[in-house]
Nanobody, 127 residues
């Protein structure tokens, strides 16, 4: 199994940028797709972005397409979420999650398919 730990959250103004990191410990050499999800106050958790274990496939939620970029280091031990042109609606707790897979295919966008979750990091966008 793996254990994700998020960091990098904070307060940023509208239009600004922020990069979140997710340090993954454990069996990082196994086939884990990695995803970012977020949950705003009073709202359900929603998918943000995901990266397949091979690195060949990515998926983005429509609200963040063109603004957010998911990536990782070569050792597969850190996942990044680069967030640009931040909007008030991006304010949420951001979670990193891992999903063990047996095939190289586009990553899942449903949180229920992810097995391991971090504790979350708060991102607040202010005007």
């Amino acid at each position: 199994q793996v254990q994700p730990v998020e960091s990098g959250g904070g307060l940023v103004q509208v239009g600004g940028s922020l990069t979140l990191s997710c340090a993954v410990s454990g069996r990082t050499r196994s086939n884990y797709d990695m995803g970012w999800f977020r949950q705003a106050p009073g709202k359900e958790r929603e998918f943000v972005a995901a990266l397949s274990w091979s690195g060949r496939h990515t998926a983005y939620a429509d609200p963040v397409k063109g603004r957010f970029i998911i990536s990782r280091n070569r050792a597969k031990t850190t996942i990044y979420l680069q967030m640009n042109s931040l909007e008030l609606e991006d304010t949420a707790v951001y979670y990193c999650a891992a999903n063990w897979v047996s095939l190289d295919r586009p990553p899942a966008m449903k949180g229920t398919e992810y097995d391991y979750w971090g504790q979350g990091t708060q991102v607040t966008v202010s005007s």
